[in-house]
C-alpha cells in the first residue's frame, strides 16, 4: 500500500481513533541529534508530536533518544528494548547500514516498525515507511537545472550522508539531465552540512576553471557551497540549487535573489506524520501499513509565499 500525501493531515483522524485497551504500550523514538538545519527542524517537530501524543493518549508511553553517529543510536535502541519492552520503534537512521541489522533485531522481537526519510539497506525489514518523494526530489531539482541551462553547461554536485535516499535522489538527478548536455564535473558528499559543503566547494572551485551551477541538493549545503563562492571571488557560477525549504532560502528565492532561483520541499515535519501514524495503529483498528510518502515541490519566486514559515525553526 502507497499513500501520496501533501503534509500532516492526521490530528483529526487520532482525535477520532478509538482506543483499543489501556494497557500502556511503549513507542521509541530514535532520531539523530540536531547536526544541521533541517534535523534540527526535525528534532523540533519530533518533540512537539511526542508531547500531543502523550497528553492526549495516557495510554502511550513514548521515549525519545538522539543520536550524533551511528553507534550512539545503535546504543540507544537496544536501551529501548532491554528496558523499556517497546511495542513500536519510529527510527530515523542516521545512516542506512550501521542501523539495518539492529532494526531487523527490533522486528524479530515482535515490536512494530517504522522507518522515517532514510531507508534501511535490506527491504522489508520495516511495517511502515514515510518519507519525501527522494526520487522526486532529485527529478524535480534535474529538470529545473536543466531549464536555466537550456543550451547545456558544466554543473558540481554535492551528496549528502550516504544513504538509500542519497541514492534516489543522485538517481532522479541524473534521469532528469540526461540528454540535456549538462556536463556534471563533479560529485562529492557534502554530508548534508555547511562546514563539509564549503570544503567540498573549495575544491571544485580550485578544480574547474569554469562552474555554470551548483546542484547543492540540500539548503545547509547550499549555504556552505555560497560562502566558498564568495570567498574565492569567482563570478561564473550562475546559481545555486539546494532543497529542503530552509526558510532563509525560501526567503530568497521569494525576493527572487539571482543566486538562489528556487528551492525544492523536503518538509521536516514528515517525523511528526510518522509518529502520529505509528501512534494511530496502536491505538486503533486503523490499517496503518504499507508507504506514506511526501511529494517534493518546486518553490519558486511566484509561490514561495507559501513555503515561507517565518516562525518555523528550519
Not at 504499507?290 to 509561490?303: D, Y
Request: proline share 6%.
Amino acid at each position: 500500500m502507497k499513500h501520496i500525501i501533501a503534509g500532516i493531515g492526521l490530528a483529526g483522524a487520532l482525535a477520532a481513533a478509538p482506543a483499543l485497551a489501556q494497557e500502556t504500550k511503549v513507542i521509541g523514538v530514535s532520531i539523530p541529534a540536531a547536526t544541521h538545519g533541517w534535523a534540527g527542524g526535525m528534532n523540533y517537530f519530533a518533540q512537539a508530536a511526542v508531547e500531543r501524543l502523550e497528553a492526549t493518549y495516557p495510554e502511550l508511553d513514548f521515549v525519545l533518544a538522539t543520536a550524533s553517529d551511528p553507534g550512539k543510536q545503535v546504543n540507544d535502541i537496544e536501551d529501548m528494548v532491554a528496558t523499556r519492552n517497546i511495542d513500536a520503534l519510529v527510527v530515523l537512521p542516521f545512516e542506512s547500514e550501521p542501523l539495518t541489522g539492529p532494526v531487523q533485531a527490533v522486528a524479530a522481537s515482535g515490536a512494530w516498525v517504522t522507518v522515517v526519510d532514510r531507508g534501511l539497506s535490506q527491504e522489508g525489514i520495516e511495517d511502515l515507511y514515510v518519507a519525501g518523494d527522494n526520487s522526486g526530489f532529485g527529478r524535480v531539482s534535474g529538470e529545473f537545472m536543466a531549464s536555466q541551462l537550456p543550451e547545456g553547461g558544466k554543473v558540481v554536485a554535492l551528496r549528502g550522508i550516504p544513504t538509500t535516499i542519497d541514492n534516489e535522489r543522485v538517481a532522479g538527478f541524473e534521469s532528469a539531465i540526461e540528454g540535456k548536455d549538462i556536463e556534471v564535473l563533479g560529485m562529492e558528499h557534502g554530508n548534508w552540512n555547511r562546514d563539509d559543503a564549503f570544503t567540498v566547494m573549495q575544491d571544485f572551485l580550485s578544480k574547474f576553471p569554469e562552474i555554470d551551477a551548483v546542484w547543492a541538493s540540500d539548503d545547509d549545503m547550499a549555504i556552505g557551497v555560497l560562502a566558498a563562492i564568495e570567498a574565492s571571488g569567482r563570478e561564473d557560477v550562475k546559481f545555486v540549487l539546494g532543497g529542503a525549504g530552509m526558510k532563509e532560502m525560501v526567503k530568497r528565492t521569494m525576493d527572487q535573489d539571482p543566486m538562489i532561483p528556487a528551492n525544492v520541499t523536503y518538509p521536516p515535519s514528515m517525523i511528526a506524520t510518522a509518529i502520529e501514524v505509528t501512534a494511530l495503529g496502536l491505538v486503533s483498528n486503523a490499517p496503518v501499513s504499507g508507504e506514506f510518502i511526501i511529494g517534493s515541490v518546486l518553490v519558486t519566486p511566484e509561490n514561495a509565499e507559501q513555503f515561507y514559515y517565518p516562525d518555523s525553526p528550519f
